[in-house]
């Protein structure tokens, strides 16, 4: 068969005569023929399948090397050769993705990143807080910032609100603490220790009534959370498809539960149900639980109050809390859904994602 000239052979392969100046000098698609006197480059018009499989291959940004080994690979070998670099791009992208995720909330101030191992984890981070449609006062908080998630939920009555906020507070100082990883607990129970004595400072504070406030925290070390829980606000990690509650609640009715006095089901209806047996409540006699939790990439943390857990039957609160990609989804989907479910309790939730860097 006659060659083509480059001008005819490109129009055919529907490349410019560059991209074909290009692939020769890259060694993919080298002219049959070249004149000796002028230099025209001439091609074989069985080589137009082989250039416009190269054009092919460079526009789904396959790099020279890769190109030339596809080539001359059998059609059966360099269709698994084009799927296992598509699968490479595709895990790449879904990485970058995270990563531009994970900046995106870091500058909007929704996201940290710290390091106390070699991998490097960052964790983004939603808090949301809401009355529910009943109740007129708000006595929960709900927090996420750089290193410290926690919920708190005060009494109702005067002082409450506060006694919640002040507790958060208190421990918010962590965050700009340096602790060494040896004395995180000892650190976190002395925070709770400040904590109860500024909520025993409200409490002298009002005039009726004592306030009284839980406190569910956790503060990030970069490969690690410790958690300082007292009162019925709760913890949970939603880890595999898994769904587990980290904390216990410090409540008379879980208090029967354990003693096998009362059944689990009969624990959802007591009307003592939110009667806390351990809070803050500025005595010092509070004993809170302190753990240290290690975090994986893909963990996510749901810190929430009464209000959001005892409205939603367990079911719904696992699936609504692994329904959406971005914390700040979940926790307006679950406040949405505690309203929805009538709340007559004040609603706190903080949902946190662990993501691999
Ligand atoms: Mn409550």
């Known amino acids: 068969m006659a060659l083509l000239t480059i001008g005819a052979f490109a129009r055919a392969a529907r490349l ?7 692939y020769a000098e890259l ?11 002028n230099g025209y480059r001439f091609y074989d018009p069985a080589q137009l399948e082989r250039a416009r499989l190269v054009a092919r291959l460079r526009r789904i940004g396959m790099p020279v090397a890769r190109i030339r080994t596809v080539c001359d690979l059998p059609s059966d070998r360099a269709a698994a050769e084009v799927a296992a670099y598509w699968e490479q791009v595709r895990v790449d992208n879904a990485r970058r993705a995270q990563l531009a995720a994970f900046l995106v909330d870091q500058l909007r101030g929704r996201g940290s990143v710290m390091s106390d191992t070699h991998v490097d984890l ?4 939603a808090a949301r807080t809401d ?3 009943v109740r007129t006062s708000n006595e929960d908080t709900a927090y996420a910032g750089s290193r410290l998630l926690a919920v708190a939920d005060g009494t109702r009555g005067p002082g409450g609100d506060r006694a919640s906020a002040a507790a958060v507070d208190v421990l918010r100082a962590l965050e700009s603490t340096a602790v060494p990883a040896g004395g995180l607990l000892n650190a976190l129970g002395e925070a709770v220790d400040r904590a109860d004595r500024a909520v025993g400072e409200i ?32 913890a949970c990690l939603l880890r595999d498809g898994g769904f587990r509650q980290l904390t216990t609640d410090h ?10 006095r009362l059944s689990p089901a009969e624990a959802d209806s007591h009307p003592q149900r939110a009667l806390l047996v351990r809070a803050l409540d500025g005595t010092g006699r509070h004993h809170p639980e302190l753990a240290v939790h290690p975090v994986r990439a893909g963990d996510r943390y749901l810190l929430c109050s009464d209000g959001l ?3 939603l039957p367990p079911q719904v609160l696992r699936d609504a809390a692994g329904a959406a990609d971005h914390p700040e989804q979940v926790v307006d989907q679950l406040v949405e859904l505690a309203c929805r479910a009538g709340a007559p309790d004040n609603i706190a939730c903080v949902v946190a994602d662990v993501m691999a860097l």
């Open 16 to 22: 410019s005569p560059k991209a074909l100046r290009l």
């Open 27 to 37: 060694g993919l698609l080298r002219p049959a023929a070249v004149d000796p006197d």
């Open 122 to 125: 960052g964790l983004r981070h």
């Open 131 to 133: 009355p529910g449609p």
């Open 203 to 234: 409490a002298r504070e009002v005039s009726s009534g004592t306030p009284v406030t839980t406190l569910t925290a956790m503060l990030w070390t970069g490969g690690h959370l410790a958690l300082a829980h007292i009162g019925d606000t709760r």
């Open 251 to 260: 409540s008379y009715v879980r208090a029967l539960v354990d003693e096998g």
């Open 309 to 311: 857990w005892s409205v």
